[in-house]
């Protein structure tokens, strides 16, 4: 094993426990300054995050309409096409980001809305 190789698992190795220590250290400093602002830290943790689902299928059914949306218009629009040969997957990653996008503006919309209903109650 070469010097080159012998560094790949030392620098996984360090980048993971930086990594995990990072995470609790700012952790910990995010709860002491909690703390001193008087809130406490626990109440905090638990909270419940509403509509968390609808946010990850409104994501995927976006992004799932994109691909199959890619799809449609790569397989019948595009093949009579001069020099059309292959696929062309600027189609499929353009259309899943904006699908993607759509869903979760719908579902930022949705929050929205039960946020500002929430608020007049």
Not at 52 to 58: M, R
Not at 90 to 118: H, T
């Amino acid at each position: 094993m070469g010097s080159a190789e012998a560094l790949v698992p030392i620098t996984m190795f360090a980048g993971g426990f930086a990594m995990i220590f990072g995470i609790y250290y700012l952790k910990t400093r995010q709860n002491l300054a909690m703390i001193e602002k008087g809130m406490n830290p626990k109440e905090f943790a638990n909270r419940p995050a509403p509509y968390k689902n609808l946010k990850w299928a409104l994501l995927l059914i976006g992004s799932g309409l994109g691909l199959f949306l890619a799809y449609i218009l790569n397989t019948y629009l595009f093949m009579g096409m001069k020099g059309h040969d292959h696929d062309n997957p600027a189609i499929y990653f353009s259309l899943i980001a904006i699908g993607g996008g759509l869903g979760l503006f719908g579902s930022y919309v949705m929050e929205k809305k039960w946020w500002e209903e929430r608020e007049r109650k």
